[in-house]
């Protein structure tokens, strides 16, 4: 069975702290997705990574992709109170059409 | 991006009725889409993989029967709960992927469901 394993699982911090979440798994994946999910409404793509290794950021967020393609991390700096939400991770594995998702990690950032 | 459109964003319904959500592609063109349900502060549950002109594949566990799922076009996939109880009452959503776009996934707003 192919899992991704996504911690924690809840987080609490207060604003300006930094915080990594982490998804981990025995098998390679072709891409992986980072996804925030707010209440009430569908989840919305942040990134994508597909080569092992890589690293993106988008302002005070930093993706990467573990060198061998089973593990990523999401490293989030200074955090803001707005950052609050569910954080998800996706991965596809070869030609398969169907994404795996971690549990995810629920974040809230208390100002 | 590809926008999604999911409607209604809510419904409440009576046991025993149907309840019918549409998942909209509006900018692109979608042969497959996929159904999730969600519980609270949870990860997404595929539930069924919505292919156009063709049967849905459930997943295990999913009575294909209580949810029916008709792509009838590029661009609308539709999710019918048949007889709902209370213990259907969940967060809906819907996601597809584009052709040119590789793996990434765009999803509806989600539809909550209570049923009363």
């Known amino acids: 069975t192919q899992l991704l394993e996504q911690s924690p699982q809840f987080l609490s911090i207060q604003e300006g702290e930094n915080l990594t979440v982490y998804c981990n798994s025995s098998?390679?994946?072709?891409?992986l997705q980072w996804y925030r999910q707010e209440p009430g409404e569908g989840p919305v793509l942040l990134v994508t990574?597909?080569?092992g290794g890589e690293v993106k950021k988008l302002k005070r967020l930093t993706f990467q992709f573990g060198d061998a393609r089973k593990d990523s991390s999401l490293h989030i700096t200074a955090a803001q109170p707005g950052d609050t939400g569910l954080y998800l991770c996706?991965?596809?594995?070869?030609?398969?059409?169907?994404?795996?998702w971690g549990l995810g990690t629920s974040l809230a950032v208390n100002p | 991006g590809a926008v999604v459109s999911q409607h209604p964003s809510r419904v409440i319904c009576k046991s025993g009725t149907s309840v019918k959500i549409e998942c909209r592609s509006l900018?692109?063109?979608?042969?497959?889409m996929f159904w999730y349900r969600q519980f609270p502060k949870q990860s997404l549950m595929l539930m069924a993989t919505?292919?156009?002109?063709?049967?849905?594949?459930?997943e295990q566990g999913v009575e294909k029967d209580k949810f029916l799922i008709n792509h009838a076009s590029l661009t609308l996939s539709t999710l019918t709960v048949t007889s709902a109880h209370p213990e259907d009452s969940s967060f809906y959503i819907c996601?597809?992927?584009?052709?040119?776009?590789?793996?990434?996934?765009?999803f509806g707003q989600g539809t909550r469901l209570t049923v009363v």
């Open positions: 919505s292919n156009e002109g063709s049967k849905a594949t459930y």
């Open positions: 990574v597909v080569t």
């Open positions: 900018d692109f063109q979608a042969t497959t």
């Open positions: 996706a991965g596809t594995t070869g030609n398969n059409r169907k994404l795996i």
């Open positions: 098998s390679v994946f072709s891409s």
């Open positions: 996601s597809a992927r584009v052709l040119q776009r590789g793996a990434e996934a765009f």
